[in-house]
Every structure is written in structure tokens, then in C-alpha cells.
């Protein structure tokens, strides 16, 4: 291998290091080692750190630069240069020349394409912000999942540890009583296989907690800890009663979504106003100064000013149909906003209906709880007393078991419908941070 495959072989290794990637640093931490997450800083902490905020934020500064591009072109274009020349004419003679010239070239008519490019990248850039509003909501909705759902199995911890401890007694106490000649040994089984089924419970929800930490984690922007600890109680953050909204259609056209595609909507019809410049005449000022000579002591300025005119005569219908095209695309993005509008519109009925329910839905919850325990102890009595069956009470503390557990997702479901009809009206983090 020659000295030029060494010299190209390095290039490639030194140009494929430079191109690689060095992602963040992420850990996982002990939970023991971090403070009980409270929602406010798990707002802040994806809002600073979510990668899918962060990409968007660097979206929406693309977009602005190129806005303040498009804007840059009605401004002239000035350009300078220098140019010393030596040539020999014969063998005994020389010629130097030496050029300073300036030139500056300012459109003046271009059929209204920078005014349309303009227009354009102005309403992409507003469409951009729509869309960091839109990722925004998401992120928000996907955070308050993760964590209602950490609280609601920390919650389910508590609930299934009691049932345990429940379990393991009632088991004992059928084992006295089946030595004691007064139950079979069906009923001491399968009392044993309840208390085995709800340790394993326990182990199953500790096992689930730590594995929501790393999804809640990944939603705070890669805060990792293992389990998360978080601060809150379920029963204190059952929302108010929410009332039905006056006008789902004005929620609707002022949601992320359809702003955005509305705004992309107009970015489009603008771009028909740019198309439509291959139609008109366009007129271009130019001027230029400079100083030619052969050495710098013997220079002499010259200046000429142009206006140019130029005509589209004929183009073979390429600028018509490119028009035509530009106003199809149009009507079509009109078309896809509508769409949106409309279908947002259902989605946030579906939501209201949704979260009413669900918070309806926690007060026939907690009575069915409070049934499930007087009715445990009224026949946990009868039962050891020989005036209820196995039957009775071991309907009577499964009923009990499954109310517990059907209170603690009925709390968990209103903080979700409420995050769903949020995210549905386009609520973001920063509203969130600011207690809306």
C-alpha cells in the first residue's frame, strides 16, 4: 500500500471519529439516595431535560433563522473584490494590472416571490411554534401518566401488604379450625393457595414499581432512580367537579394541532403567491464602483449603474401548472386542518365524557369499599362463631380485596382522564408549571 492509500485510509479514520456521537451520560441511582418527587419538580425537570422538548426547541430555532433568512433577501447583495495580475508579453516585458471593484446588486421587482418566501417562512415559523406547543401537551400527558401511575402502584404496595397480612391470618385460622375438626381441608388449601397468591401479589407490585421508576424516569428527561420515590396522595388530588365546556368547536380550532395545521395551511397559500412571480416581469438594480490600474500610484475609479428587465415570454406551461400545483396543495392543507378541527372536536367530548365519569366513578368506588369492609367484618364474626360458611366468608374477603383494589385504580383513573382532557385541549408543561 502506497503512501497515498495510508494518507486517505487516516482521512477515513480521522473524518469517522469526528462524525461519531457522545451521548449524555445516564445512570441509574438508588431511590434511597433521592428525595421524594413531588410534581412540580418532575415539571421541571422535563422541561429542562426531555430530549423530545429539546429537539423541538431546536426545531423552532431552525425555523426562526430561516425566517430571518427569507426576510434578509429584500436587502442588497454587496460584494467586493481584489485582483492583481502580472503577465509577460516577450521575454524582456512585463504588464501588472491591479482591480479594486464593489459591486452591489438590489432586486427591485421580483413578481412578488420575496414577498411570498417571506410570508411563507414567516407562518412556518409559527407552525413550528404550534408544534412545540403540541409536543409539549404530550409530554405533559405522558409525564402525569408515568407518575399517577407510580403513585397509584406505591398506593397498591400499601393495599396488597394489608391483604397479605389479612390472608396469612384468615389461612391460620381455618388451619385452627380444620385441627380442630370444624372446616375440611379443601377450605384450609385454599386458603394457604390465597395467602401464597397474595405475598406473591406484594413481590409482583414491588417488581412493577421499579420497573414504572425507569418509565417515569425516561419521561423526566432521564432522571433515573430505582424506585423512585414520589410524593402525593392519591385521595388529595381528586379533582374538583368538572363542568361541561360552552363550545367545543372554539376549544378545538385553538388546540396545537389544528393552529398548526392552519398555519402550515397559510404557509402554503403564501406559496402560491411565490409561484405566481415566474409570471411577472422582474427588475434588478445593479451598480458597481472600482479602481483599475497597473500599480496601486496610478489608478483610476470607474462606476456604471444598470437596471435589468426581464420578461417570462413563454415557458412551456411549466410556471401555469406550477401555480396550479401550489394552489391544489393548498386546498388540500385547508382540507387536513378541517379534518383535524373536526376530529378534535369528538376527541374532546370523548375526553369531557371520559373524565366525568371517572370522577363520578371514584365516589360509587369508595362506597362499594366501605360496604365491602363492614360486610367482611359482620361475616369474618359469623364465620368464626360457626353462623357463616367457608363459602360466605371467603365471598365476603375477596369482595373485600377487590374493592381495595378497585378504589386505588378508581383514584389512579380520574388523575389520567383529567391529564387525557388536558392534553386534548392543548394544556402544555409550561402551563403546568404555572398551576394550570
Known amino acids: 500500500m502506497g503512501f497515498k492509500a495510508y494518507g486517505a485510509v487516516l482521512l477515513l479514520a480521522l473524518g469517522h471519529g469526528c462524525a461519531r456521537v457522545q451521548l449524555p451520560e445516564a445512570r441509574i441511582t438508588p431511590g434511597s439516595a433521592q428525595e421524594h418527587l413531588t410534581w412540580p419538580r418532575a415539571v421541571d425537570l422535563a422541561l429542562s431535560q426531555h430530549p423530545d422538548l429539546r429537539q423541538r426547541r431546536s426545531t423552532l430555532d431552525a425555523q426562526r433563522h430561516n425566517r430571518n433568512q427569507a426576510l434578509g433577501a429584500y436587502l442588497p447583495t454587496i460584494a467586493g473584490s481584489v485582483a492583481r495580475k502580472r503577465s509577460r508579453t516577450t521575454s524582456s ?3 501588472d494590472s491591479l482591480t479594486f471593484d464593489v459591486d452591489v446588486s438590489q432586486p427591485i421587482f421580483e413578481g412578488f416571490a420575496t414577498t411570498g418566501a417571506a410570508l411563507q417562512a414567516w407562518r412556518q415559523w ?3 411554534q404550534w408544534q412545540y406547543r403540541e409536543t409539549s401537551a ?6 402525569r401518566e408515568a407518575y399517577v401511575e407510580l403513585l397509584r402502584l406505591h398506593k397498591l404496595l400499601e393495599v396488597d401488604q394489608r391483604i397479605a397480612a389479612r390472608r396469612q391470618d384468615n389461612a391460620e385460622l381455618i388451619r385452627l379450625r380444620y385441627e380442630a375438626g370444624r372446616e375440611h381441608a379443601g377450605s384450609w388449601k385454599r386458603a394457604q393457595a390465597i395467602a401464597e397468591q397474595a405475598a406473591f401479589e406484594v413481590r409482583q407490585t414491588r417488581r412493577r414499581i421499579d420497573s414504572q421508576s425507569l418509565v417515569l424516569g425516561r419521561q423526566l428527561g432521564g432522571f433515573f432512580a430505582q424506585p423512585m420515590p414520589v410524593a402525593g396522595d392519591l385521595e388529595q388530588m381528586v379533582p374538583d367537579e368538572p363542568t361541561p365546556p360552552a363550545d367545543y368547536v372554539a376549544l378545538a380550532e385553538a388546540t396545537p394541532p389544528v393552529q398548526r395545521l392552519t398555519r402550515s395551511a397559510e404557509a402554503l397559500k403564501v406559496a402560491i403567491l411565490a409561484e405566481q412571480s415566474n409570471l411577472w416581469p422582474k427588475v434588478d438594480g445593479t451598480f458597481n464602483y472600482g479602481y483599475s490600474g497597473s500599480k496601486a500610484s496610478k489608478l483610476k475609479d470607474d462606476a456604471t449603474a444598470a437596471v435589468t428587465v426581464s420578461v417570462p415570454l413563454f415557458a412551456g406551461g411549466q410556471h401555469v401548472q406550477g401555480v396550479l400545483e401550489a394552489n391544489a396543495t393548498y386546498r388540500a392543507a385547508v382540507e ?9 372536536v369528538a376527541t374532546l367530548s370523548q375526553r369531557w365524557a371520559a373524565f366525568r365519569d371517572a370522577w363520578e366513578l371514584v365516589a360509587v368506588r369508595r362506597s362499594f369499599l366501605e360496604a365491602a369492609r363492614q360486610r367482611s367484618e359482620i361475616v369474618r364474626a359469623q364465620y368464626t ?4 360458611s367457608f363459602q360466605d366468608f371467603d365471598i365476603a374477603e375477596q369482595d373485600l380485596a377487590d374493592s381495595e383494589r378497585a378504589y386505588v385504580q378508581s ?3 380520574v388523575q389520567a382522564q383529567q391529564a387525557q382532557w388536558i392534553q386534548a385541549q392543548g394544556g402544555t408543561l409550561e402551563e ?5
Not at 362463631?385 to 357463616?388: C, I
Not at 403546568?432 to 394550570?436: F, K, L, M, Y
Open 93 to 95: 516585458s512585463t504588464s
Open 126 to 128: 409559527e407552525a413550528a
Open 138 to 143: 404530550q409530554v405533559r400527558l405522558d409525564l
Open 336 to 344: 387536513a386542518a378541517r379534518s383535524q378541527r373536526d376530529d378534535r
Open 385 to 388: 362463631t360457626g353462623l357463616a
Open 411 to 413: 383514584l389512579a383513573d
Open 432 to 436: 403546568a408549571r404555572n398551576g394550570t
